[in-house]
Nanobody
Framework: QVQLVESGGGLAQAGDSLRLSCAAS????????MGWLRQAPGKERELVAA????????YYKDSVKGRFTISRDNAKNTVYLQMNSLKPEDTALYFC?????????????????WGQGTQVTVSS
């Protein structure tokens, strides 16, 4: 199993940047494909970005391409989501998730382990 703890959320204005971090427990972090998902009030949870175990392969939701960057540091057991040019529609609870996988997990339902989430609120 792996435990995930997110941090870095907060209040931002449109156009600002935030960086989310997700710290994972355990010594097998490099065995996991990782993802960042979000859920806004009244909406379904959606996959925002995902990354393979070695960081080489990534996936992005169309609406965040060119603005968000997912990365990972296996030595630190941490995955990041750099969010630039934030928009009010990016407001949501952001979750870090993991699945034992060598590749990129590109569906919200494909993850087995979840963090508690960190809130991102973007004002116009």
């Amino acid at each position: 199993q792996v435990q995930l703890v997110e941090s870095g959320g907060g209040l931002a204005q449109a156009g600002d940047s935030l960086r989310l971090s997700c710290a994972a427990s355990g010594r097998t972090f490099r065995s996991y494909g990782m993802g960042w998902l979000r859920q806004a009030p009244g909406k379904e949870r959606e996959l925002v970005a995902a990354i393979s175990w070695n960081g080489i392969s990534t996936y992005y939701k169309d609406s965040v391409k060119g603005r968000f960057t997912i990365s990972r540091d296996n030595a630190k057991n941490t995955v990041y989501l750099q969010m630039n040019s934030l928009k009010p529609e990016d407001t949501a609870l952001y979750f870090c998730a993991a699945r034992v996988s060598m590749g990129v997990v590109t569906t919200s339902e494909g993850y087995d382990y979840w963090g508690q989430g960190t809130q991102v609120t973007v004002s116009s």
